[in-house]
């Protein structure tokens, strides 16, 4: 196996680890926040006013390339940047168009689909809740068989990527079974760490409402949440939402009508954003940040399996995806996970801890301003640290 990697990690020298251990806060190998471009970072470094000329163009620039990102029509749909975290865009999606006395049907298989129902019952919002397993996508038979029950559901949702384990799931069939069993519901995907990373035709699958957030796939910082919303269906949401400061509806027409927000926006960050946006636009758009993650993935998936560690979930399955993958914690008994993240941390490499419920694990992102040759440092990394740790795992 020493032979092997050594073999697969050719290119790392000494020199380029210690650069590593150099940079200020690491790489990040997370789901978000996560590694961004000098470029992207120098933009946050010129103060405007929320009301300036090149603030606003920036923020129409910004609408405009996220549905570019997307691959749809403006006339068809609208961004509606939110202030906040990307739950926060998860809330003023249900808050704004779920109907009061309304119903929504969530496809859970993982902690967000948790916190979207927990947002829903705070909302006041009639939950119908699909609790599938977390180390698989939803069960497309009995998705049909819950839609089939209820018919008169306002909404439909589910998370793209469960980016508690890193499954994704099944937003084609999910449509078609929409299309069959709630045609007049509405589709939301929270395609918060998927959104810029993996190709989504939301136009195709008529996806009325999508949230992404500005620290995931298009490698922005964090302090807005993306919403794409179809125009037809926030049209028929003035007057529901249940927040003042999340309400779609407003958002979208103070925007449109001025260029400003409802309330003070994240000025430094959206103009990262934008920066971000053009960026992805260069390296050959979604298409082309998809496979540099996905040889990410392939790089740092095969290596760990080859070092000894097992996955989470089935990478021989469709659902196994390329933003973020979790391995299960070594049974070897000097394992000490703060110790492996601490060490890890020490040479420039920041992971992230688990959160699967079902066995305990720690996740690997493949997404942000990470390349192949850092995926391959990483596993060296992660070598070092197990021989530092006298932890053998074949």
């Known amino acids: 196996m020493l032979a092997t990697m050594q073999r697969r990690c050719f290119a790392v020298t000494a020199r380029r680890l210690a650069a590593y251990k150099d940079k200020a806060g690491g790489i990040l190998f997370t789901p978000g926040p996560l590694s961004t471009t000098q470029t992207v970072r120098e933009a946050m470094m010129v103060d405007y006013g929320s009301r300036d000329s090149i603030f606003v163009s920036a923020v129409k620039e910004m609408r405009e390339g996220v549905l570019k990102a997307a691959g749809v029509d403006g006339k068809e749909y609208t961004c509606i940047p939110m202030q906040g975290s990307g739950s926060m865009g998860v809330e003023a999606v249900c808050s704004t168009m779920i109907p009061h006395n309304g119903k929504i049907v969530i496809f859970r298989n993982g902690a967000y689909g948790d916190r979207m129902k927990n947002i829903c019952t705070k909302l006041g919002i009639n939950v119908v809740f699909y609790d599938g397993e977390e180390d698989r996508p939803i069960d497309m038979d009995k998705a049909r068989a819950l839609l089939a029950q209820h018919p008169d559901a306002n909404m439909v949702s589910i998370v793209h990527c469960e980016t508690s384990t890193g499954v994704m799931n099944p937003i084609t069939e ?221």
């Open 174 to 394: 999910l449509r078609e079974a929409i299309n069959t069993h709630c045609p007049n519901a509405l589709y939301f995907i929270d395609a918060m760490s998927s959104f810029g990373g993996v190709q989504i035709d939301c136009a195709g699958l008529s996806v009325d409402a999508l949230v992404s957030s500005s620290n995931k796939c298009v490698q922005g910082v964090p302090g807005f949440s993306i919403v794409l919303v179809k125009r037809s269906a926030l049209a028929r949401c003035e007057g529901i939402c249940r927040s003042y400061t999340l309400d779609l509806v407003s958002q979208d027409q103070g925007l449109n009508k001025s260029g400003q927000f409802n309330n003070t926006p994240p000025v430094q960050v959206i103009m990262a954003f934008r920066q971000a946006l053009r960026e992805l636009d260069a390296e050959g758009g979604v298409p082309a940040r998809e496979a540099r993650y996905h040889r990410n993935q392939q790089i740092v998936t095969e290596g760990m399996k080859e070092i000894g560690f097992e996955l989470y979930l089935d990478d021989s399955k469709p659902s196994f995806g390329h933003i973020i993958t979790s391995f299960k914690f070594p049974t070897d008994p000097n394992w000490d996970f703060e110790a492996f993240y601490n060490q890890l941390n020490d040479r420039g490499f920041v992971i992230y801890p688990g959160k699967a419920a079902k066995a305990p694990c720690f996740r690997i992102g493949h997404i942000g301003d990470i390349l192949p040759e850092d995926s391959e440092a990483l596993l060296v990394a992660v070598k070092e640290v197990l021989e530092n740790m006298n932890i053998k795992l074949r």
